[in-house]
């Protein structure tokens, strides 16, 4: 059974960093592609990035591109997600994926506010 568990974020000012971390079990971490989608209130979930199972590959949405790192640890089955010069507008619930399955974890929010 895949089980993701998103932790990490929280209330930040404009222009700061979070790191979120997605902890994931019940299948083989090292042999699928993981994302990072967010939700913000009122809107269609969109894709934030994608990262490769061997983490050699990775692409961004274009709002994300300049400002978030995807990466991974296969020896510890996480996936992450490095956000620096937030804005307001990245305020969301931030939810990992594996690559080909339905099932979502429980999120964790991000708010960008002063």
């Known amino acids: 059974q895949v089980q993701l568990v998103e932790s990490g974020g929280g209330l930040v000012q404009p222009g700061g960093s979070l790191r979120l971390s997605c902890a994931a079990s019940?299948?083989?971490?090292?042999?699928?592609?993981m994302s990072w989608y967010r939700q913000a209130p009122g809107k269609e979930r969109e894709l934030v990035a994608r990262i490769s199972n061997t983490g050699g590959n990775t692409n961004y949405g274009d709002s994300m591109k300049d400002r978030f790192t995807i990466s991974r640890d296969n020896a510890k089955n996480t996936v992450y997600l490095q956000m620096s010069s937030l804005k307001p507008e990245d305020t969301a619930v931030y939810y990992c994926k594996r690559f080909g399955s339905p099932i979502w974890g429980q999120g964790t929010q991000v708010t960008v506010s002063s």
């Open positions: 019940g299948f083989t971490f090292s042999s699928f592609p």
